[in-house]
């Protein structure tokens, strides 16, 4: 108490020091404020807005899918869910617990079951949950008590009306109606149609900028569905709105920007036919399985085409899946039993398969043939049932001599052009396509072939609006090189003549081949959509029937000099050798291979070429079905109705079927047979009207 | 020495008639008490924005407004009460104290494992509120005493027994920040007493070793406050740090001038947690902006003044010692409170005095600026 006077009861130095040390506290304060308020200011702002404000997505309608007459393959159903908001609820336990009772009466989960834990609540899924109803909303309440919570979901309609009826005496109990995607054909179309699903994880950024929300909007993931996914999805709608710390929506911020809805197809699917193109294919394969008292086959597939307009009227891929199980979620067990089918039921074989083509290939051979001059039509040549050449991997080899057998060891004796394509003659095929002795000094060629296919559609994807569409492939010397490693040998040549050897092509090739000849050499973009209107009804984009090419008119064929080097020039298809394929065509069914199965329908004017693909792939070679001699076949058929006037073109393919004639022909036919009644029918109802 | 005596009625009623002399009002700290009226009164207002829609805070503004009128008498009845008074009563207060805190800890065992309300059958309290004033006059009561005796350890060691006779049972509440807050009391009433600085090194050596010792001995939630301050986990957005951080956004998002009386996004949407007690400082900030917040600090700081100015010219040491230590709690309360606020120091349960809600807190505050009121009005004039 030295230095202190009467009046200061503390030591000066200590009291200010107490009071400097106050003051620097508070002088830093406002220095930490000013640096948080003004400097910083800007970054808080953003965060208290990002706090605030959430961008609300409102989901789009995705557009209806019909056939060509208007009737709806895929539509959105209403599906009803019993959601709970638990921020609603009454705040008396009690009542609570009576809403419970009463509403675990009505949809048959219990009140309470289950335990909350951590383990219990990461894998804790809506809608799949073993949980009673405590747990769930306890689950909600805790996350965002202002967001329902899907308790049940797809509940009947009658009891969604029972609960929307008890809605006022149950605060917080609502119904919500959730669109989810119906297939009213189901299995009959899915291969067209295909099915929704989660968006996948690769898309999700993408979709994520375009105003999708990952977990609840849906995309196409096979079928029309996926390759018309951007059209048939709409666009979500987006609102900005301001919430409270417990997720509840104050007001909009910004002008709501309303959702716009997908556009609606009509494609140019005929459900009828296609139900009896389904029918045709599932009775013919039962048929020869019975027959047979074996299984032999269980893959298919049939396209039917209008030629002129590329119209798709029926495509049927068989086994196919049933779209309608996948609607709301995919089931782990079922799509893993469809991956697991050998048979591929998830693969649409109609556009995704590649086959050796057997002899339906040998249209493209016919008309490379007469084009380039190789033969003269009228010149008959001898079929002894098999000849002999000099297999040679060089020019110079001395080589081996290899049989060329005619399914028919007999042989089909003197054979021209016509007798050539209708009864489809190996040995006559082998000589214009390889050239044999004196006979025909100079065979088509591989090269020339190749350009003849792919004039008729064979090699590349024709751009139908289907995903996953194969090329096929027609081989030639610098792909065996590259991909073989081997040189090409004159047999190739022979056995690519025929559709056979490394030649492979899709059904819708085929199909393409048989349509382009029908069409006298105007290749059609094959289609499956017919018109697009918007959710009001109006067309959007109209039918207009595409050309791919004409190749009477188009040069698509390249000319080759003697050393098979391109010489860059380009050349047609002369139009009268399309005219004598067609007849060669006419001729297979008048009296040709499938005049059997045609017997009956002559009124129909039918023209078509069948084919029996041998084939020896690794499923063949796993069943040891690949005996030398007695490989295991495809059954081929292609074809067009009436041979005058095409109006539709068929093809039908079984796989490990068979002979063509006896097991493709027929379904063609009861196609083909489908559609001039259902023509009739149409007519008919027309005229009434 | 002192006019009022038990028994001597005589006394009692000359004690009555200097009480309420009207010249004695001249020392009366108008500017003390005004301020601490306009802070309760601004408190009222910054609950009223804080708890609005919030249903289960609904009618805390209202009962505030009853808090902040019975406080103001509170200080009335506290200045006309004579310190010297309850100077005498130190030793019955002190024990009072430790019983009603021993009492709430066995209660708190036997119930639910931590307690530091006192259902009063009207309204619940908080005792260890009550005993930070307490602690004041019987800290003062001891320093002053002692004033003349040898300042060895002895003397120091006698206060802080008196110090932690009472603090051990804040301490197993558990509440460490009110332990902190008397602590800190005692510390600085050694410090203005005059602590020989030789001690002051041995006090930090001994603070720090304690601290270390200590730490594992406190409760996981102060562990990891305490942890959580030091290392924030960036990651966790609805974890431990939650509330700071939305403190920090709500200070900052203030600007200039703030978003305005009852538009603060981050106080109305309910993102800033406990915004009507702990996190009142950032309501305000976010609301009034930096040029309101200042006008706010400077008003609590012009309190603290007012208060350690009272001390310098208490009528004797005893009444100066309360005017200081009464500043000194405001100060460390308001800066912890702040400091917590701003993110500078760990998350305590201080609240800020005056504006923060809570009956226990205010009750003690303005018993505080009462002992300072009663100091003021039998200071030496300095005019005379």
Same mark, same amino acid.
């Given at each position: 108490?030295?230095?202190?006077?009467?009046?200061?009861?503390?030591?000066?130095?200590?009291?200010?020091?107490?009071?400097?040390?106050?003051?620097?506290?508070?002088?830093?304060?406002?220095?930490?404020?000013?640096?948080?308020?003004?400097?910083?200011?800007?970054?808080?702002?953003?965060?208290?807005?990002?706090?605030?404000?959430?961008?609300?997505?409102?989901?789009?309608?995705?557009?209806?899918?019909?056939?060509?007459?208007?009737?709806?393959?895929?539509?959105?159903?209403?599906?009803?869910?019993?959601?709970?908001?638990?921020?609603?609820?009454?705040?008396?336990?009690?009542?609570?617990?009576?809403?419970?009772?009463?509403?675990?009466?009505?949809?048959?989960?219990?009140?309470?079951?289950?335990?909350? %834990?951590?383990?219990?609540?990461?894998?804790?899924?809506?809608?799949?949950?073993?949980?009673?109803?405590?747990?769930?909303?306890?689950? @909600?309440?805790?996350?965002?008590?202002?967001?329902?919570?899907?308790?049940?979901?797809?509940?009947?309609?009658?009891?969604?009306?029972?609960?929307?009826?008890?809605?006022?005496?149950?605060?917080?109990?609502?119904?919500?109606?959730?669109?989810?995607?119906?297939?009213?054909?189901? #299995?009959?179309?899915?291969?067209?149609?295909?099915?929704?699903?989660?968006?996948?994880?690769?898309?999700?950024?993408?979709?994520?900028?375009?105003?999708?929300? *990952?977990?609840?909007?849906?995309?196409?993931?096979?079928?029309?569905?996926?390759?018309?996914?951007?059209?048939?999805?709409?666009?979500?709608?987006?609102?900005?709105? $301001?919430?409270?710390?417990?997720?509840?929506?104050?007001?909009?911020?910004?002008?709501?920007?309303? *959702?716009?809805?997908?556009?609606?197809?009509?494609?140019?699917?005929?459900?009828?036919?296609?139900?009896?193109?389904?029918?045709?294919?599932?009775?013919?394969?039962?048929?020869?399985?019975?027959?047979?008292?074996?299984?032999?086959?269980?893959?298919?597939?049939?396209?039917?085409?209008?030629?002129?307009?590329?119209?798709?009227?029926?495509?049927?891929?068989?086994?196919?899946?049933?779209?309608?199980?996948? +609607?709301?979620?995919?089931? +782990?067990?079922?799509?893993?039993?469809?991956?697991?089918?050998?048979?591929?039921?998830?693969?649409?074989?109609?556009?995704?398969?590649?086959?050796?083509?057997?002899?339906?290939?040998?249209?493209?051979?016919?008309?490379?043939?007469?084009?380039?001059?190789?033969?003269?039509?009228?010149?008959?040549?001898?079929?002894?049932?098999?000849?002999?050449?000099?297999?040679?991997?060089?020019?110079?080899?001395?080589?081996?001599?290899?049989?060329?057998?005619?399914?028919?060891?007999?042989?089909?004796?003197?054979?021209?052009?016509?007798?050539?394509?209708?009864? #489809?003659?190996?040995?006559?095929?082998?000589?214009?396509?390889?050239?044999?002795?004196?006979?025909?000094?100079?065979?088509?060629?591989?090269?020339?072939?190749?350009?003849?296919?792919?004039?008729?559609?064979?090699?590349?994807?024709?751009?139908?609006?289907?995903? @996953?569409?194969?090329?096929?492939?027609?081989?030639?010397?610098?792909?065996?090189?590259?991909?073989?490693?081997?040189?090409?040998?004159?047999?190739?040549?022979?056995?690519?003549?025929?559709?056979?050897?490394?030649?492979?092509?899709? *059904?819708?090739?085929?199909? $393409?081949?048989?349509?382009?000849?029908?069409?006298?050499?105007?290749?059609?973009?094959?289609?499956?959509?017919?018109?697009?209107?918007?959710?009001? @009804? %109006?067309?959007?984009?109209?039918?207009?029937?595409?050309?791919?090419?004409?190749?009477?008119?188009?040069?698509?064929?390249?000319?080759?000099?003697?050393?098979?080097?391109?010489?860059?020039?380009?050349?047609?298809?002369?139009?009268?050798?399309?005219?004598?394929?067609?007849?060669?065509?006419?001729?297979?069914?008048?009296?040709?291979?499938?005049?059997? $199965?045609?017997?009956?329908? $002559?009124?129909?004017?039918?023209?078509?070429?069948?084919?029996?693909?041998?084939?020896?792939? %690794?499923?063949?070679?796993?069943?040891?079905?690949?005996?030398?001699?007695?490989?295991?076949?495809?059954?081929?058929?292609?074809?067009?109705?009436?041979?005058?006037?095409?109006?539709?073109?068929?093809?039908?393919?079984?796989?490990?079927?068979?002979?063509?004639?006896?097991?493709?022909?027929?379904?063609?036919?009861?196609?083909?047979?489908?559609?001039?009644?259902?023509?009739?029918?149409?007519?008919?109802?027309?005229?009434?009207? | 020495?002192?006019?009022?005596?038990?028994?001597?009625?005589?006394?009692?009623?000359?004690?009555?008639?200097?009480?309420?002399?009207?010249?004695?009002?001249?020392?009366?700290?108008?500017?003390?008490?005004?301020?601490?009226? &306009?802070?309760?009164?601004?408190?009222?207002?910054? &609950?009223?924005?804080?708890?609005?829609?919030?249903?289960?805070?609904?009618?805390?503004?209202?009962?505030?407004?009853?808090?902040?009128?019975?406080?103001?008498?509170?200080?009335?009845?506290?200045?006309?009460?004579?310190?010297?008074?309850?100077?005498?009563?130190?030793?019955?207060?002190?024990?009072?104290?430790?019983?009603?805190?021993?009492?709430?800890?066995?209660?708190?065992?036997?119930?639910?494992?931590?307690?530091?309300?006192?259902? =009063?059958?009207?309204?619940?309290?908080?005792?260890?509120?009550?005993?930070?004033?307490?602690?004041?006059?019987?800290?003062?009561?001891?320093?002053?005493?002692?004033?003349?005796?040898?300042?060895?350890?002895?003397?120091?060691?006698?206060?802080?027994?008196?110090?932690?006779?009472?603090?051990?049972? &804040?301490?197993?509440?558990?509440?460490?920040?009110?332990? &902190?807050?008397?602590?800190?009391?005692?510390?600085?009433?050694?410090?203005?007493?005059?602590?020989?600085?030789?001690?002051?090194? /041995?006090?930090?050596?001994?603070?720090?070793?304690?601290?270390?010792?200590?730490?594992?001995?406190?409760?996981?939630?102060?562990?990891?406050?305490?942890?959580?301050?030091?290392?924030?986990?960036?990651?966790?957005?609805?974890?431990?740090?939650?509330?700071?951080?939305?403190?920090?956004?709500?200070?900052?998002?203030?600007?200039?001038?703030?978003?305005?009386?009852?538009?603060?996004?981050?106080?109305?949407?309910?993102?800033?947690?406990?915004?009507?007690?702990?996190?009142?400082?950032?309501?305000?900030?976010?609301?009034?902006?930096?040029?309101? =917040?200042?006008?706010?600090?400077?008003?609590?700081?012009?309190?603290?003044?007012?208060?350690?100015?009272?001390?310098?010219?208490?009528?004797?040491?005893?009444?100066?010692?309360?005017?200081?230590?009464?500043?000194?709690?405001?100060?460390?309360?308001?800066?912890?409170?702040?400091?917590?606020? /701003?993110?500078?120091?760990?998350?305590?349960?201080?609240?800020?005095?005056?504006?923060?809600?809570?009956?226990?807190?205010?009750?003690?505050?303005?018993?505080?600026?009462?002992?300072?009121?009663?100091?003021?009005?039998?200071?030496?004039?300095?005019?005379?």
């Amino acid at each position: 108490m030295n230095n202190t006077s009467p009046l200061e009861h503390f030591e000066n130095w200590r009291f200010f020091a107490v009071l400097g040390a106050v003051g620097l506290v508070f002088i830093f304060f406002m220095i930490r404020l000013f640096s948080l308020q003004i400097i910083n200011g800007q970054s808080f702002v953003d965060q208290a807005d990002e706090n605030r404000i959430k961008n609300v997505s409102e989901p789009t309608q995705r557009g209806i899918i019909t056939d060509r007459n208007g009737f709806v393959l895929a539509r959105n159903e209403p599906s009803y869910n019993v959601v709970i908001t638990p921020a609603y609820l009454p705040t008396d336990d009690g009542a609570v617990q009576e809403i419970y009772r009463g509403l675990s009466k009505l949809i048959d989960i219990p009140v309470s079951k289950g335990e909350i %834990n951590d383990e219990s609540v990461k894998s804790f899924k809506y809608c799949d949950n073993d949980f009673g109803i405590t747990q769930i909303v306890y689950i @909600g309440d805790t996350n965002a008590p202002y967001t329902p919570v899907q308790v049940k979901c797809n509940i009947d309609e009658k009891t969604a009306k029972i609960i929307e009826a008890k809605k006022s005496d149950w605060p917080g109990v609502d119904i919500e109606i959730q669109p989810v995607r119906e297939y009213p054909t189901g #299995s009959l179309t899915s291969e067209i149609i295909g099915f929704l699903g989660p968006i996948p994880a690769a898309l999700e950024e993408t979709l994520k900028t375009q105003g999708f929300v *990952p977990g609840r909007d849906k995309y196409g993931y096979a079928g029309v569905e996926n390759y018309m996914n951007d059209l048939l999805t709409g666009k979500n709608g987006q609102r900005t709105v $301001e919430v409270d710390v417990a997720g509840k929506e104050i007001r909009n911020i910004t002008k709501p920007i309303d *959702p716009v809805p997908g556009k609606n197809l009509k494609l140019t699917i005929d459900v009828r036919l296609q139900n009896a193109a389904k029918t045709a294919m599932v009775s013919e394969i039962n048929f020869w399985n019975t027959y047979l008292n074996k299984i032999r086959s269980s893959n298919g597939v049939t396209i039917a085409m209008n030629p002129k307009t590329g119209e798709i009227l029926a495509l049927v891929s068989y086994p196919t899946y049933e779209n309608n199980r996948m +609607a709301r979620f995919i089931p +782990a067990y079922y799509y893993n039993q469809l991956s697991n089918d050998p048979n591929r039921p998830l693969f649409n074989h109609a556009i995704s398969a590649e086959h050796p083509p057997g002899s339906v290939f040998k249209m493209a051979t016919a008309i490379g043939a007469l084009n380039e001059g190789v033969i003269d039509p009228n010149k008959e040549l001898e079929d002894k049932g098999k000849i002999t050449i000099v297999q040679k991997f060089t020019e110079n080899e001395t080589g081996t001599p290899r049989d060329f057998v005619c399914y028919d060891r007999n042989g089909h004796g003197m054979v021209n052009f016509l007798r050539g394509v209708a009864l #489809s003659c190996d040995v006559y095929f082998y000589k214009i396509g390889g050239g044999y002795q004196n006979e025909v000094p100079q065979g088509l060629g591989i090269w020339r072939i190749g350009e003849y296919a792919r004039a008729l559609g064979y090699g590349s994807i024709s751009g139908i609006e289907l995903p @996953g569409e194969a090329e096929g492939l027609i081989p030639d010397p610098t792909w065996k090189r590259i991909n073989i490693g081997e040189n090409w040998s004159t047999g190739d040549t022979y056995i690519g003549t025929i559709g056979q050897g490394y030649v492979l092509a899709t *059904p819708l090739q085929v199909l $393409e081949s048989a349509a382009t000849i029908a069409n006298d050499g105007k290749l059609m973009q094959p289609t499956i959509i017919r018109e697009v209107t918007d959710s009001a @009804g %109006n067309v959007v984009t109209p039918f207009t029937p595409k050309m791919r090419w004409d190749i009477t008119v188009d040069p698509k064929i390249r000319v080759f000099d003697e050393n098979n080097i391109p010489t860059g020039e380009m050349k047609t298809v002369a139009p009268w050798t399309i005219k004598l394929a067609k007849e060669g065509m006419e001729q297979a069914v008048i009296n040709g291979t499938a005049t059997k $199965e045609f017997a009956g329908d $002559e009124a129909l004017k039918v023209a078509g070429k069948t084919g029996t693909a041998e084939y020896c792939d %690794n499923i063949a070679q796993a069943a040891n079905l690949c005996q030398p001699e007695n490989w295991p076949s495809h059954a081929w058929f292609m074809s067009y109705a009436p041979y005058d006037d095409p109006e539709i073109a068929v093809m039908a393919f079984v796989y490990n079927g068979g002979e063509g004639a006896s097991v493709a022909a027929p379904i063609a036919r009861r196609i083909i047979d489908a559609y001039f009644e259902l023509k009739a029918i149409d007519t008919a109802a027309n005229v009434e009207r | 020495m002192y006019l009022y005596e038990p028994g001597n009625d005589e006394g009692s009623v000359e004690f009555l008639k200097i009480m309420f002399r009207l010249e004695n009002w001249r020392h009366f700290d108008y500017w003390l008490f005004g301020t601490a009226t &306009i802070l309760s009164i601004f408190g009222i207002i910054m &609950i009223r924005s804080a708890v609005a829609g919030s249903i289960e805070l609904a009618g805390y503004a209202n009962r505030q407004t009853m808090f902040v009128v019975a406080g103001l008498v509170v200080v009335l009845a506290t200045a006309v009460l004579d310190y010297h008074f309850l100077g005498n009563m130190a030793r019955a207060m002190y024990i009072f104290a430790v019983v009603s805190l021993i009492v709430i800890y066995i209660y708190g065992q036997a119930s639910f494992g931590s307690a530091r309300w006192l259902d =009063t059958g009207v309204f619940f309290i908080q005792p260890s509120e009550l005993v930070k004033i307490i602690m004041v006059i019987v800290l003062s009561d001891y320093f002053s005493r002692s004033q003349l005796e040898k300042h060895d350890l002895m003397w120091i060691g006698k206060s802080a027994a008196l110090t932690f006779g009472v603090v051990i049972w &804040i301490l197993l509440q558990p509440n460490l920040s009110t332990s &902190i807050v008397i602590t800190v009391l005692w510390i600085s009433m050694l410090w203005i007493s005059g602590l020989p600085p030789k001690y002051i090194a /041995l006090f930090i050596v001994l603070g720090i070793v304690l601290g270390l010792i200590l730490f594992p001995f406190l409760e996981s939630y102060q562990q990891l406050r305490i942890i959580n301050f030091l290392f924030p986990d960036p990651n966790s957005r609805h974890g431990n740090s939650y509330n700071v951080e939305q403190a920090l956004i709500s200070i900052g998002s203030g600007g200039w001038f703030g978003m305005g009386y009852g538009h603060g996004t981050q106080v109305q949407l309910r993102f800033l947690k406990v915004r009507h007690t702990d996190f009142i400082f950032s309501a305000m900030a976010e609301e009034f902006g930096f040029v309101g =917040t200042v006008l706010v600090i400077s008003l609590l700081v012009f309190v603290i003044y007012r208060c350690f100015r009272v001390a310098r010219e208490a009528q004797d040491q005893f009444g100066a010692l309360i005017a200081y230590g009464v500043g000194v709690l405001l100060a460390f309360q308001t800066s912890v409170n702040i400091g917590v606020n /701003l993110n500078v120091i760990p998350v305590t349960g201080l609240v800020l005095p005056f504006i923060s809600y809570g009956g226990s807190s205010l009750l003690s505050t303005v018993l505080a600026i009462g002992l300072v009121e009663s100091v003021a009005l039998r200071r030496k004039p300095l005019d005379f």
